[in-house]
């Protein structure tokens, strides 16, 4: 199983910028995948969540109505579209991806075990 990100790259503040995952190896019904990030020095922190089945979503009160995670699921892709990015949004943003997960535990970065290898984001004027 392999998990790709990419579309990464350096914007100004208030820019939009998509991010995408490249899934493959098997296939992904009944798995959640979502979008984590990590600045320097700091924790990995949970961005959005999307159910490969029913298209339901999640999402950190820090990035709510300025980010939307979709998938497709001919392509086997997961895409994060960023808009009115801030500096506080740099980091360097994976996927991840995994089955069984409950409700309560799918902001948890311990409850996936398929990671992408990320992708930076920098917002910077």
């Known amino acids: 199983v392999q998990l790709q990100a990419s579309g990464g790259g350096l914007v100004q503040p208030g820019a939009s910028l998509r991010v995408s995952c490249a899934m493959s190896?098997?296939?992904?019904?009944?798995?959640?995948v979502a979008w984590f990030r990590q600045a320097p020095g700091k924790e990995r922190d949970f961005v959005a969540v999307?159910?490969?089945?029913?298209?339901?979503?999640g999402y950190a009160d820090s990035v709510k109505g300025r980010f939307t995670i979709s998938r497709e699921i001919a392509d086997n892709m997961v895409y994060l579209q960023m808009n009115s990015l801030t500096a506080e949004d740099t980091a360097v943003y994976y996927c991840?991806?995994?089955?069984?997960?409950?409700?309560?535990?799918?902001?948890?970065?311990?409850?996936?075990?398929?990671w992408g290898q990320g992708t930076q984001v920098t917002v910077s004027s």
């Open positions: 991840a991806a995994a089955s069984g997960v409950i409700t309560s535990s799918r902001t948890r970065a311990d409850a996936y075990y398929y």
């Open positions: 190896g098997r296939t992904f019904r009944g798995h959640h």
């Open positions: 999307i159910k490969w089945n029913d298209r339901t979503t």
